[in-house]
């Protein structure tokens, strides 16, 4: 079992980009997701959070980019995306997904930050 991100790349401020989550083999159905951010010598910040199909699809989102990111699923495609609005050059880092398969509320899926499966990540540059 693998998750898949793509969708990063450079963007200008002010831009938007769509990260999208897939699972290599597998349906993502039963899995809340996370996704996170990665900045070299920072710790990993959390981005924000939905509940699997079989909760209640529900989404939480932690910290600022609360206004500006939206998190959601597409079943029939097996993928999750998180749709980034209003780039700021603090946005840039490396945006990892990763899946728990359980059926928590997203507030506790991120509160527990405990995954089954982490994807590669995808690097997010926002810069003139």
């Known amino acids: 079992l693998r998750l898949v991100e793509s969708g990063g790349g450079l ?31 920072r710790e990993r910040e959390e981005v924000g959070c939905i509940s699997s199909s ?3 699809g529900s989404t939480y989102y932690p910290g600022s980019a609360a206004d500006r990111f939206i998190i959601s699923r597409d079943d029939d495609k097996s993928t999750v995306y998180l749709q980034m609005s209003n780039l700021k050059p603090e ?20 509160s ?17």
């Open 54 to 56: 079989e909760s209640d």
């Open 11 to 41: 963007v200008q401020p002010g831009g938007s980009l769509r990260l999208s989550c897939g699972g290599s083999g597998f349906s993502l159905d039963s899995y809340g997701i996370g996704w996170y951010r990665q900045v070299p010598g």
């Open 112 to 128: 527990k930050g405990s995954y089954d499966l982490w994807g590669q990540g995808t690097q997010v540059t926002v810069s003139s």
């Open 91 to 110: 946005d840039t880092g490396r945006y990892y997904c990763a899946a728990l398969r359980a059926n928590y509320g997203a507030s506790v899926l991120c």
